[in-house]
């Protein structure tokens, strides 16, 4: 049995920018793309099994680029979110729909394939060293931890935006305790200066640059999937069939749960700064911050796994 997994979200790839597949965009000087520093991160961590969560369309080129080559390194299994994958007595109302059902349906998927407690991460993320090691030590810091204890590592503001444009952002927060009280999904927030606004119809409003966000970085029980199956039928039940948008999400349902007191979400902070191609012009940003930290001798200039 795996002691700790990292469950790579990779489903909704290519949906923000023409021109190829965002995800699997070089950033490494030999090719390396976010996902190999996440999974070499993780297994430095201690992270012994990684579930890549896909659409069955893409799994060839997926294969092709890195899963094939990861298998080599670390245990890997596969975990497939559809659109059509939700319960028989809403598939008829929902037959249209050609998007999938978002986060929380992504794990969800993952019910057969984990037997351990395990880190979710957005497969465009990279989060640093940190991160990792801060949620490996909580999920494996405890036997047998019931599924409503959860953690979350949250990323200081600043240093999660794009020079490109706005971005959407869980505004947290943070009890003196370190517990997780609300979590406020936000949209529209820019960098400014040293600061940064939510921009609005009715005005700009400034937001402290140093609270604490959500990255979508969130460390969970096997017995969450059940959770999460019994919330999907409700949530269903309320879209309209011509709402193709709506979506199943992490953020929202924790959020729920925590409101109602169904769950406690332990924060774990991270200083390090958060990379992204929420844009396509973001990716030179992150190539070279990629080499600025093998410049330091944060990771090696060839990462294990990687030769193409």
Known sequence: MSRAALVVMA???G?????????????????EIIM?????DAMEAGFDKVVFVIRRD???DFKEVIGNRIEKIVEVAYAYQEVEDIPEEYQKRFAGRTKPWGTGQAILCCKNVID???LVINADDFYGKQAYAQAYAYLTGKADRPETEICMVGFVLKNTLSENGSVTRGLCQVGSDGMLEKIVETR??????DGALIRGKDGDVKVDPDCLVSMNMWGLQPGFCQILESGFGAFLEEVKAEDTKAE??????IGGLL??????????GSSDKWFGVTYKEDRETVVASVNDLIDKGKYPKKLPGVGR
């Open 15 to 31: 949906s923000r920018f023409k021109g190829g597949i965002k995800q699997l965009e070089p950033v490494g000087p030999n090719g």
């Open 36 to 40: 190999d520093y996440s999974i070499y």
């Open 188 to 193: 529209n927030i820019e960098k400014f200066g």
């Open 58 to 60: 893409l799994e060839k």
């Open 11 to 13: 489903a909704g790839m």
């Open 259 to 268: 409101e109602d007191d169904q769950v406690s979400v332990k924060v774990l």
């Open 248 to 253: 199943y999400l992490l953020p929202t349902i």
């Open 116 to 118: 351990s407690p395990f």
